[in-house]
């Protein structure tokens, strides 16, 4: 390939917003309950029946244009985009296009120490269509409504990113701050946040863009990444063979690592958008924006900057720790407890994490209580358990979240500190190992090692490990 | 006629509209969105200079409800409407999501 190309990338992130009911019914938007039950008239297009908005669906959107440094549109106003599918009961979808609630905003990311903006054209308020099920048996497609009417926010970028990096950088980022604001667990693979990306190829140097595609069902980083490689050397051959790339969309299969045109639905691209009747505009004072930015959590920057300043943690804890909101929660409310912010840190980088690791966890999916942890740090500082209890027990904390008081002392796992009982102890184990002795007599530091393990082996590991090593050092 | 809707562009409205018209209905519907059209010309000799659009007739805004639940289950009557039912599913014919 002679020629130099550069990607240009924007990115289409729809977000479903962490409300407890529809955007335009009192219907529960709770994961997992029997098909269509979480339905109504209005969430199933019935004739005659009404829509009215959900008021922390607007505040969650405002929270988030405003976290995103985008303008709040004053007068905004929904609109109805047409398109015939069944998992769309109206034959069309609120959405906003003239009007959308926040506009002309960015995020900045940082790639290995770079800073950069990505501009967001546009944000707006939506709602999300129902689930289609494939049934093989009558060739037929089945359908839940239950999602159908769930809000969402749509977040458009500028065409502002040039490669997967800096795509992965702008998702991450607009993830952790729509989490820390609790607007949505914006969990790719859930689905709870999705992203199209729209991509094009230019030479190098060329400043009109050129013909995008977009792509449509990409429900992890990784496919992401390989979807934008894979539709970048698509699109360079198909130049390079002196075709056209067609504006079109395109599903990727991410088993075949490939994407195909789609096709019914998405070639109507006169979706004859016209204003929602049936809901009045909405207007957004200085005052109510004032009042969102007042309520504003402590976002991610400024925690990191926080942790930095009050608990002099290593930074690429810190970063960690903050990587999610909810790992930052249990190290808060931990530290409070326990007042040793090291410490904890040190329990949930390497054990906590270890464990994430090891069942293939989320760090959302951790659940045990704070407190336990600040029991097991305080236990192992007083010299009541050794480090090796204390990680069993956390251990147990971290899966079945145990009392770990109780556990120790039903399973009589307290250390003992008992000098005159161990030195019995250590006084056999000299007695029984005398090669041992002797290869220490001779110089051979490593062997009181032996003698150490020897003895905790005896003692069932509760022994102070400590006193163990000096009441071995004082007999011999 | 200054509004004339070519062959073409009935086909197209109608596969938006998803409508199988035969010969005759086209006609048909030609000429009424021709008149249609002609209406919005007559609307548009209007003079709206300095006229804000508007797109609802009252001056209401910011009509809410809190986020909280009011419905209960609703399927069976959903899916008492439903042509063609598998389960506690409507049934559609196949579509490729």
Not at chain 1, 233 to 260: A, C, F, M, P
Not at chain 1, 337 to 351: A, H, R
Request: glycine share 6%.
């Amino acid at each position: 390939m002679s020629k130099q190309y550069e990607t240009v990338i924007g990115l289409e992130v729809h977000v479903e917003l962490a409300t407890k009911t529809k955007i335009f019914c009192g219907c529960s938007t709770e994961f997992g309950g029997a098909p269509n039950t979480h339905t109504c008239p209005v969430c199933t297009g019935q004739p005659g029946s009404l829509p009215v908005l959900n008021k922390q669906v607007v505040e969650y959107a405002m929270a988030i244009g405003v976290a995103t440094n985008c303008d709040i549109t004053p007068i905004c106003k929904f609109d109805r985009k047409n398109y015939f599918y069944p998992d769309n009961p109206q034959n069309y979808q609120i959405s906003q296009l003239y009007l959308p609630i926040a506009h002309d905003g960015y995020v900045e990311i940082e790639i290995n120490g770079k800073k950069k903006k990505v501009r967001i054209h546009e944000m707006h308020m939506e709602e999300d269509a129902g689930k289609l099920i494939h049934d093989e048996w009558t060739n037929s497609s089945l359908v839940d409504y239950n999602r159908s009417g769930v809000p969402l926010v749509e977040i458009v970028s500028e065409p502002d990113m040039r490669n997967a990096d800096e795509v992965m950088a702008y998702l991450e980022k607009l993830r952790l701050i729509i989490q820390y604001l609790g607007a949505s667990d914006a969990k790719l693979h859930e689905g709870s946040m999705r992203a199209d990306v729209n991509l094009s190829v230019r030479e190098v140097g060329t400043e009109e863009f050129g013909t995008r595609t977009e792509m449509k069902n990409l429900n992890s980083f990784k496919a992401i990444a390989r979807a934008i490689e894979g539709e970048t050397k698509r699109q360079i051959e198909l130049i390079e063979d002196g075709r056209k790339v067609v504006q079109e969309t395109r599903r990727w299969d991410d088993n075949k690592e490939s994407s195909h045109a789609m096709r019914s639905k998405e070639d109507a691209k006169d979706y004859r958008y016209f204003p929602e009747p049936d809901l009045v505009p909405i207007s957004i004072s200085k005052e109510w924006i004032s009042e969102i930015k007042e309520k504003q959590p402590e976002l991610r920057e400024e925690k990191l900057a926080r942790y930095k300043e009050e608990f002099e943690i290593p930074k690429y804890d810190a970063e960690i720790l903050t990587g999610s909101k909810h790992l930052a929660d249990i190290f808060e409310e931990t530290t409070k407890l326990s007042g040793k912010p090291k410490k904890v840190s040190n329990w949930l980088m390497v054990e906590g994490l270890r464990l994430v690791k090891e069942n293939n966890m989320e760090m959302e999916d951790i659940h045990f209580k704070p407190a336990s942890l600040a029991i097991i740090i305080d236990l192992v500082d007083k010299g009541e358990i050794n480090n090796q209890v204390a990680k069993e027990v956390f251990e147990l904390v971290f899966k079945e979240d145990i009392d770990p008081e109780k556990y120790i002392e039903e399973k009589g796992l307290k250390s003992v500190n008992d000098t005159d009982e161990l030195k019995k102890v250590v006084e056999e184990i000299i007695a029984n190992n005398p090669k041992s002795v002797e290869d220490y007599h001779n110089g051979k530091e490593k062997a009181i090692g032996f003698l150490v393990g020897q003895t905790m082996k005896a003692m069932k590991g509760k022994a102070n490990p400590g006193i163990v090593n000096k009441l071995l050092k004082e007999l011999l | 006629m200054s509004n004339h809707i070519s062959d073409e562009t009935i086909e197209y409205v109608g596969i938006l509209a998803q409508l199988d018209l035969n010969e005759e209905e086209k006609v048909k519907a030609k000429e009424d969105m021709e008149q249609m059209l002609e209406y919005i010309d007559t609307l548009n000799e209007l003079d709206t200079e300095g006229i804000e659009p508007k797109t609802h007739i009252s001056d209401t805004t910011n009509v809410f409800r809190e986020d909280v639940v009011t419905n209960g289950d609703g399927s069976d009557d959903v899916l008492a409407n439903a042509p063609l039912k598998k389960d506690e599913y409507l049934s559609v014919p196949k579509t490729i999501g």
